[in-house]
């Protein structure tokens, strides 16, 4: 009983750091309508700003430099490149996207080669045991840090004058735009903080259990896409619910993989999107997305 929740306790911070993830997810597409499939790259660029820059500045210096940073690269690509391709159609902005995660993507793991680089994170390998329950003092830090977030993302986005701004795009583009609404800024600040996100994401992803920042890092960000989609890529709470799943069953999967082997080694790594595709069997919007409905 003891390794179920300790299983369970790793899985939810995990889930919780996918949530942030998933989170730049659908803010990019509530408020432009394209899959960003660049995410991993902002969110390898976030992490190598902080891991280049801790033994210099200080730890939480370089955290807060490395989320400037990448914020400042998602409204970059925003404004140079996603911009220029407005009234396209959004699977051309999609391969677009795929095009911009490769150019950056082969820069920052050229920089990196093979060096796994650590982020200077206060919290080392400390592990907190209670009851013969044992948790790592950075996954109860992943945990709290996302609900902080997670939480000031949806009150900025139910109260202020951007989160309505970006609920009229999302409900209806053109309707918005006649309104006054400015879709380049909606844009542009969703991009932003789809980058800030996937930095703070960055950083639980490669502190302790885990030997630090490396080249398959970025390969996180994949995870993450299963929980956008079976919650629904048009919904923040669907997010944060995707991400919860998808890091339990990842959690629960590999804790009992021998217990699982005749289905295969590896299973940890396939379980979120097994779980993806029968979500997606029974509610193909996802569980939280807004079902369309067409007149025939």
Not at 17 to 33: D, K, M, P, Q
Not at 64 to 88: C, D, L, P, Q
Not at 181 to 189: D, E, M, P, Y
Not at 233 to 239: I, N
């Amino acid at each position: 009983m003891s390794s179920f929740l300790e299983l369970l306790l790793n899985g939810v911070s995990m889930g919780s750091v996918y949530a942030l993830i998933a989170l730049g997810f659908v803010v990019i597409f509530r408020a432009t309508e394209v899959v960003n499939f660049a995410h991993a790259s902002l969110l390898l660029a976030g992490g190598y700003v902080t891991a280049s820059l801790h033994d210099d500045i200080g730890f939480w210096p370089a955290l807060g430099v490395g989320i400037a940073a990448a914020a400042v690269v998602g409204a970059a690509v925003e404004f140079f490149v996603m911009r220029r391709y407005r009234g396209h159609d959004h699977s051309v902005l999609a391969i677009v996207t795929i095009g911009v995660d490769i150019l950056l993507t082969t820069e920052l793991t050229r920089r990196l080669g093979t060096d796994v680089l650590p982020l200077g994170d206060p919290w080392g390998d400390a592990v907190l045991t209670v009851g013969g329950i044992s948790v790592a003092h950075t996954r109860i830090a992943a945990f709290v840090a996302a609900a902080l977030l997670i939480t000031a993302f949806l009150l900025v986005f139910r109260f202020t004058s951007w989160g309505v701004a970006m609920r009229a795009a999302a409900e209806k583009s053109e309707t918005a735009a006649l309104m006054g609404v400015r879709l380049g800024r909606v844009s542009l600040g969703a991009w932003a903080v789809a980058g800030a996100l996937a930095a703070v994401a960055a950083l639980f992803l490669t502190v302790f259990p885990t030997p630090g920042l490396e080249r398959a890092t970025s390969l996180a960000a994949l995870k993450a896409f299963p929980a956008a989609i079976l919650g629904g890529l048009d919904s923040t709470t669907g997010a944060l619910v995707g991400g919860l799943i998808v890091g339990v069953t990842e959690s629960l999967a590999t804790g009992y993989q021998s217990e699982l082997a005749f289905m295969g080694r590896g299973l940890g790594d396939l379980a979120p999107y097994l779980v993806m595709t029968v979500i997606l069997l029974l509610r193909p919007s996802g569980l939280f997305g807004t079902k369309e409905l067409a007149r025939v």
